[in-house]
């Protein structure tokens, strides 16, 4: 039984085929169209999956869309009309949206398999949001029970969510409603302290470190009542995104003295202080739910989805606090993985299919499960462009990637198949010594273009883990943020908030400086050679040579552009930057050696750099 399942219309669309419950592809609509967290109907991305299932004209069994249209719209109907006349303006905008495209989800379905040359099946299912995320968490998980916690911004009516699950059945018990949100108060400082809504949370989490949390107090008492059960209501006193069209009120700006913060400006001790506070507040939050979840389900395993469970700060002390034996997070926690939910929704609770026990490993093959380019397409494309390249036999392959890491070089390296969800992992990804004090700076500054407050993450032989980090269990999604071990750090005298940013930023704090925050903390990805044997091999080549199994790892793109698909995609990206060397599969190409490429100097002129 062939179920597809897709999310679209708010961002990060993604389309899933699921094959008798085995998850076949997957893949976000905005890694084919260029266009960041591509909202649109995922037209590319389910004709990928059918294609890589070889799905025919009439062998698709069901359809299933991540949410309830209608149920979405009347809670936007209701929320507008409660508070009228004050919420026209949202309204307006958002009406004929609606009118025009979200209103009319199954015939879009409809036209869009036929364009794909297959025939849409006799049912189409439109299971609830949040049973959609909960359902991408624990159906995939190797846990045969468990709690599942979900939180986001909102789906229909609700914004986060307990459920149980047990075997090849799960059912919702408790949901906190909209317009309380957990993801929305996080959104409204994102919002608040000069980054983009829906896209910006990994900043506000990034830049948190460097604050200290004084403002936790003023949070508790004027914005969030948080219970002891976790269950928690938010003063609208000081939200907008009811009535307007941004998220905080001037009630809020007063609270915290001063207008939000223009984008690009400077970023200063208040707003890191304010980030660190709010951070804190969000864990608060996420403990009590999932001391909650523990006791309402008396289950020892835990379960997350959502936007919230991409915070992988508070995925780390939750772990830490050991009120679950094990955590398991969904790698595409946020809107694309709704997608995969929704079809695995279908497939168990709709028609009782079999849930097969995946042992202590998990059902999502590593997250890999975008498209992959076979080499004689690759060798191809390079000739007829006239690229220069050269051919790595297997056995050479990882020891001269190793041996180019070493010497401080940065790779883009695109192999395998692309990852499903929002971090790299090692075939999509861009690498480099993390022993180098300047790898960071660089990296931010040269290759990425992005603020210089940026973390990047370590891949780790996954046996290597507990010799780096306070950590004693894979992490194989890069969704948990460990301490460093304490024998590796170099620590500071305390005086750094003192220093400017980027100095601030580039002060040593290990014998890994470029994968350490400035908290001694890192986001850990374990590699093992079940999941991904390329990049373990390059990783054990890299230790063979300097005695370190680790390396930086960073999503192969720059600011503002998804993660690259396609090897013209990485090309293309390679050029633009100041990479040093770029692997296609099998082949390296060196920048010294390719023709020049036009257009370098005035795409760069577009980032406005901190």
Known sequence: MRILGISAFYHDSAACL??????????????????????DFPVNAVRYCLAEGGVGSDQLD???????????????????????????????????????????????????????????????????HHESHAASAFFPSPFQEAAVLTMDGVGEWSTTSIALGEGNKMRMLKEIRFPHSLGMLYSAFTYYLGFKVNSGEYKLMGLAPYGEPKYVDKIKDNLIDIKEDGSYRLNMDYFSYLDDLVMTSPRFHELFGAPPRTSESDLTLREMDIARSIQVVTEECVLKLAKHAR?????????????????????????????????????????AGGALGAALAVWHNVFDGERKDVGPDDAMEGSYLGPDFPPEETRAWLEANGYPYEDLSDEVWPHKIAELIEAENVI??????MEFGPRALGNRSIIGDPRSPKMQSVMNLKIKYRESFR????????????????????????????????????????????LPLREW??????????????????????????????????????????????????????????????????????????MDYLVLGRFLLEKTKQPEWQDKEKWQETFVLD
């Open 295 to 335: 006791e309402l389900t008396g289950k020892k395993y835990a379960c997350l989805a959502g936007g919230v469970a991409l915070n992988c700060v508070a995925n780390g002390v939750l772990l830490r606090e050991g009120i679950f034996d094990d955590i398991w997070i969904q790698p595409a926690a946020g809107d």
């Open 412 to 417: 883009g390296l695109h192999q395998g198949r």
């Open 505 to 578: 930023v580039n002060r040593p704090r290990s014998d890994v400086p470029a994968i350490t925050h400035v908290d001694y903390s890192a986001r850990v990805q374990s590699v093992n050679p079940k999941t991904n044997p390329r990049y373990y091999a390059l990783i054990k080549a890299f230790e063979e040579r300097t005695n370190f199994g680790i390396v930086v790892n960073t999503s192969f793109n720059v600011r503002g552009e998804p993660i690259v698909c396609t090897p013209e995609d990485a090309y293309r990206c390679f050029m633009r930057t100041e």
């Open 455 to 498: 973390p990047f993450a370590p891949s780790c032989l996954e046996e290597r883990v507990g010799d780096f980090f306070e950590l004693d269990r894979p992490s194989p999604y890069m969704l948990l943020v460990a301490p460093v071990k304490e024998d590796r750090l170099v620590k500071g005298d305390g005086s750094e908030r003192d």
């Open 18 to 39: 699921i094959d008798s419950g085995k998850i076949v592809a997957a893949a976000q609509e905005e890694r084919f169209t260029r266009k960041k967290h591509d909202s």
């Open 62 to 128: 069901a359809v299933a869309f991540y949410d309830k249209p209608l149920l979405k719209l009347h809670r936007i109907l209701e929320t507008y009309l409660s508070i009228a006349p004050k919420g026209l303006r949202p309204y307006m905008r958002a009406l004929p949206v609606w009118l025009r495209e979200k209103l009319w989800t199954y015939p879009e379905i409809e036209e869009s398999l036929r364009k794909c040359g297959v025939q849409a099946p006799d049912k189409i299912y439109f299971p609830e």
